[in-house]
């Protein structure tokens, strides 16, 4: 069975009944079933959920995001699995549908992330809270849409080599709501990249990521070094990457850096 976006939900007959028994594969969804008040439900977390900190030191750990151990989860006997079609493994997700109910969620942007939210609340009987957060979200980022789109701009992820965040990425709709223009627009995924690349790119402003490659000064000031004309900032990779419920800090943390006009 393929993987499907997060309008479907990934079942052989379909799931009616409130979910008791819930196993998240991808952090940021991890903190969505906190915060719509899953606690007793969610059973099991990958390696990587590290919000809420009480979970991460309480839940059962099921693996990382690509490794997950499926013998593991089978044990557990959960009735629901949240999924991502980008932070998880086809092969290992498809395993899961044999056995239990999987929803994948596929996010592009901050509509797929809203409507993803609502879809969850659904699926767990959370609709209310699910409905509250969406609509916070929503009315926090609306916000920030008067930002003009006119600084030249990479987001990377990862060094040696180097990775940018592409033009079908979440990250590069946060950019555009922050007002920058994604020099990598016309790639996919995360391209490699080069500094005489980025050179050539005319950036105005290159973001450092805090994950999933540890950006640090250290590395800021080298890159610095190469670009003297160019503004380089570390930033917090969970803030532009993850599309759940963190949403509604990501979209204080873009208002401040736009009106402290740290992106100039």
């Known amino acids: 069975m393929a993987i499907h976006p997060c309008i479907e939900f990934l079942s052989s007959a379909g799931m009616k009944q409130k979910p008791e028994r819930i196993i998240s594969l991808v952090p940021s969804q991890t903190e969505l079933l906190y915060d719509l008040g899953l606690n007793e439900e969610v059973i099991g977390i990958t390696k990587f959920c ?3 900190g009480e979970w991460f030191k309480t839940k059962t750990r ?3 995001t ?5 013998e593991k989860i089978k044990s557990l006997k959960p009735d629901l699995i949240i999924a991502n079609k980008e932070e998880n493994v086809k092969e290992q997700v498809e395993a899961l549908q044999n056995f239990t109910n999987v929803y994948v969620s596929d996010i592009l942007n901050l509509n797929d992330a809203l409507n993803m939210i609502l879809q969850v609340g659904e699926l767990a009987h959370r609709n209310e809270a699910a409905d509250k957060i969406a609509t916070l979200i929503s009315k926090k980022f609306s916000a920030l849409k008067s ?3 006119e600084r030249r701009a990479a987001y990377l992820i990862w060094q040696k080599p180097y990775m940018a965040a592409g033009g079908d990425t979440f990250i590069h709709d946060m950019m555009q709501y922050c007002g920058l223009e994604n020099v990598f627009a016309d790639k996919l995924r995360y391209p490699e990249t080069t500094i005489e690349e980025l050179q050539s790119l005319n950036c105005e402003v290159l973001l450092l990521s805090s994950e999933p490659f540890p ?3 250290k590395q800021a000031d080298e890159i610095q070094s190469l670009f003297p004309s160019v503004k380089i900032m570390l930033v917090d990779g969970e803030m532009f990457s993850w599309y759940g419920s963190r949403l509604i ?3 204080d ?3 401040n850096l736009i009106q402290s006009r740290l992106l100039i």
């Open 249 to 251: 800090y990501a979209a």
């Open 66 to 70: 690509k490794n997950i151990n499926i």
């Open 50 to 52: 590290v919000h809420p």
């Open 62 to 64: 099921i693996g990382g």
């Open 215 to 217: 950006f640090k000064q």
């Open 147 to 149: 930002v003009k789109q």
């Open 253 to 255: 943390y873009f208002d």
